[in-house]
């Protein structure tokens, strides 16, 4: 009984990385993007852009801090674009 239920287990973890390994990249790509623009939209006021929900968003500034350096260096920018944030 033990061997089967192994064998149903070992089954079951390999059909699901031969279904969802295809999807892999795209679904890091679709997150990467979705936490640049959760990056963006918390940082707004501080690059200038008027954000109407800024008042729920300061909230968020620590969680965002600790990534800022990922986000522009995957935007492609050299530095920080943000004047208080020096991180390189």
Known sequence: MGGTLSALTSLSAGLREFYEAPYRRTMARARRDEDDLFTLVVLAEALGVPNPASYYTVEMLPLVADRVHEWHTRL?????PL?????C
């Open 83 to 87: 004047e208080h944030v020096s991180c």
């Open 76 to 80: 492609g920018l050299d530095r920080s």
